[in-house]
Structures are given as C-alpha cells and as structure tokens.
C-alpha cells in the first residue's frame, strides 16, 4: 500500500527554521519524482519544490530564494524539506506528493499534510 506521511509541522517564530519529513512506503522514492507543496485555505496549491528521478536535480519556487533546501534518504525511504529564514508569509498545511518533477512521472500520491504557522 502506497503512502507518504508527514511530520514536523508546527509554530515557529518569523526568521527560525523548520524541517519537514515525509516517510514513504509502498514504493522506492528513487524511482519517483517527489514533491513539497503548501497550500493556504481559500487559495491556490503552491509547489515549493521539487526532485527529479532522472538526475536527483531540485527546484524551487521562486518565493523560496534560497531559504529552503529539499533532500532525500534514500537508504530511510524518506525526503525533507529544511526550511530557514521563515516568514508569516509561509504558513500553510506543507503537503509531501509523488507527482512529477520536470518531465519525470511520480507515483501519483500526496500525504495528509502538516500545517506550518509562522508568527511571533
């Protein structure tokens, strides 16, 4: 059975770091795009990142300019999202997903979501 979870939402004050997991079982997540998204209620789904299969490359959202960094365990069967210099402006539910990532296919998953809350 297919799922990804995440963890390590929670509040943190504006300028401090978080990081995100996504646990994934039922498939490799090398041989899969994987992705990070976030979504605030009344508004578009963002993505925040991504990694190709092919070549392990990343990509960001350009509102991320360098704050974020994505990553993966391969040998864990898990990917992160390290985020720093976080700012109200990101809060969200921050979802994981295997959907696709430059032309490479995901699995066609998303977790249940973890909500990130930036305030003082």
């Known amino acids: 059975q297919v799922q990804l979870v995440e963890s390590g939402g929670g ?13 994934a079982s039922g498939f490799t997540l090398d041989y899969y795009a994987l992705n990070w998204f976030r979504q605030v209620p009344g508004k578009e789904r963002e993505e925040v990142s991504c990694i190709s299969s092919s070549d392990g490359r990343t990509y960001y959202g350009d509102f991320v300019k ?3 960094t994505m990553f993966r365990d391969s040998a864990k069967n898990m990917f ?3 985020m720093n210099s ?27 979501g973890t909500q990130v809350t930036v305030s003082s």
């Open 11 to 23: 509040l943190v004050q504006p300028g401090g770091s978080l990081r995100l997991s996504c646990s």
């Open 86 to 112: 976080l700012q109200p402006e990101d809060t969200a539910v921050y979802y994981c997903a295997s959907e696709s990532c430059n032309t490479d296919p995901g699995i066609g998953y998303r977790g249940q």
């Open 80 to 82: 992160y999202l390290q």
């Open 66 to 68: 360098g704050r974020f």
